[in-house]
């Protein structure tokens, strides 16, 4: 979809890796962007606008409504990708921008997740996918917290939640046109949910194994390579 991530997972900062900063169409638009009064925050704001348009359009349920619903995480993504970039490359980055990169993200996933399950049928699931995906955010931040890299990795990362999404909104146009059934929301609703707790255990654990070479290497300077 519009965002994927690099071969490396793990950012050598608090920058998540995403090799579509380099297309050519992000960069002249990010361009223009550090040109015009917009700021990064206003576009990471911008996100959580078009997450909840989408949710409502996914609530609402149908064909077209689906597929807006599916626009909607797309462009919630490129504000993703362009926030960063007017920030980072364009030089208008601001003393509160990690706060601005980091909760209209969970509000965006909570407007998602959360009417899914309703849409699908199972409200507790999309709760529990919304709670899930903060998880995943918790923990890696966490990592950064303890001084590591932020591990930005996992089966169900930000990036492929929105992916498994967008696939699920536009089956399910397909589905409810021919059949009038919702379990493409359903199995996405699961998936999410499931691959969003693998990624916190996944994560944790990587966290866990970094700090315990750090403590062995300290104490033990002779097995350092």
Request: charged letters at 10%; hydrophobic letters at 50%; proline letters at 4%.
């Amino acid at each position: 979809m519009m965002e994927t991530t690099t071969a490396t997972t793990t950012s050598t900062g608090d920058r998540r890796p995403i090799a579509t900063r380099s297309a050519r169409w992000a960069q002249r638009l990010a361009a223009w962007l550090t040109t015009t009064p917009v700021t990064p925050n206003q576009i990471s704001l911008l996100s959580a606008v078009w997450a909840g348009i989408g949710g409502a359009l996914l609530l609402q349920g149908g064909v077209l409504a689906w597929i807006g619903a599916a626009l909607c995480v797309q462009l919630r993504l490129v504000c993703n990708l362009l926030d960063g970039m007017v920030a980072v490359e364009g030089g208008k980055g601001s003393p509160v921008g990690a706060l601005y990169n980091e909760f209209p993200d969970r509000v965006a996933d909570t407007a998602f997740l959360v009417p899914l399950g309703y849409a699908a049928g199972l409200p507790w699931l999309g709760w529990a996918a919304a709670l899930a995906a903060m998880m995943t955010a918790y923990v890696r931040v966490s990592g950064g917290a303890l001084g590591l890299p932020q591990d930005f990795g996992g089966v169900m990362a930000k990036q492929r939640r929105m992916a498994t999404l967008t696939v699920a909104l536009l089956v399910q146009a397909v589905e409810h046109a021919l059949w009038g059934t919702r379990f493409s929301l359903l199995a996405a609703a699961w998936i999410i949910m499931a691959g969003s707790l693998l990624t916190v255990a996944t994560r944790t654990h990587g966290i866990a194994r970094r700090l315990n070479a750090q403590h062995l290497e300290a104490h033990h300077p002779e097995t350092r390579s």
